[in-house]
T-cell receptor, first 115, second 114 residues
Framework: TAGITQAPTSQILAAGRSMTLRCTQD?????MYWYRQDLGLGLRLIHY???????GKGEVPDGYSVSRANTDDFPLTLASAVPSQTSVYFC??????????????FGPGTRLTVL | SQQGEEDPQALSIQEGENATMNCSYK?????LQWYRQNSGRGLVHLIL?????REKHSGRLRVTLDTSKKSSSLLITASRAADTASYFC??????????????FGQGTELSVKP
């Protein structure tokens, strides 16, 4: 079982360009999340999705958009990248529901540098 | 603002010693989880303690939870060099509990020297 995969592993992007970070899970989890991790700030939630077809804003959603067309995929799009979006991005999923504690499973991350 | 605050920010010990990391949070919770992150990797779930539990063990890990003080501690006994990693607490605050969202602390960076 692959768990969660993310692509690309790393990317250098020119400011103003758009980019989509891909995330796929094979655990049939209903909930998925995108975080960014910056030194000294820990993990901050960007967007989340409780189930296919629904999304919600996290702590730092500005400049990012997501979609959840199906259970497995949760892409994160930067429409017009800025240098402050330089970060490591982690996708996670969890099985949330009655009796499920919401343990999250993380992908390996995408290291993005915006110049 | 961060729900979880961790202490210390960094901890350096010798192999065989015990490591204790603390986490404080602000609002009522359903459960508190601890995660580990090796350098350059994603987070891995270690242990979960529910709000009605006070202590939980898993191998060399011992977690305590004091809901009256809104704090938790993670103890790693007989540490090994392979335990070197960053450790994060995460809470699903009751007021934030939509879709299992978690709020992570800033982490404790543990270094275990051989």
């Amino acid at each position: 079982t692959a768990g969660i995969t993310q692509a690309p592993t790393s990317q250098i992007l020119a400011a103003g360009r758009s980019m989509t970070l891909r995330c796929t899970q094979d655990m049939r989890h209903n909930a998925m999340y995108w975080y960014r991790q910056d030194l000294g700030l820990g993990l901050r939630l960007i967007h989340y999705s409780n189930t296919a077809g629904t999304t919600g804003k996290g702590e730092v959603p500005d400049g990012y958009s997501v979609s959840r067309a199906n259970t497995d995929d949760f892409p994160l799009t930067l429409a017009s990248a800025v240098p402050s979006q330089t970060s490591v991005y982690f996708c996670a999923s969890s099985d949330v529901g009655q009796g499920a504690p919401g343990t999250q499973y993380f992908g390996p991350g995408t290291r993005l540098t915006v110049l | 603002s961060q729900q979880g605050e961790e202490d210390p920010q960094a901890l350096s010990i010798q192999e065989g010693e015990n490591a204790t990391m603390n986490c404080s949070y602000k609002t009522s919770i359903n459960n508190l989880q601890w995660y580990r992150q090796n350098s350059g990797r994603g987070l891995v779930h270690l242990i979960l303690i529910r709000s009605n539990e006070r202590e939980k063990h898993s191998g060399r890990l011992r977690v305590t939870l004091d809901t009256s003080k809104k704090s938790s501690s993670l103890l790693i006994t007989a540490s090994r060099a392979a335990d070197t990693a960053s450790y994060f607490c995460a809470t699903d605050a009751l007021s934030y509990n939509q879709g299992g969202k978690l709020i992570f602390g800033q982490g404790t960076e543990l270094s275990v020297k051989p």
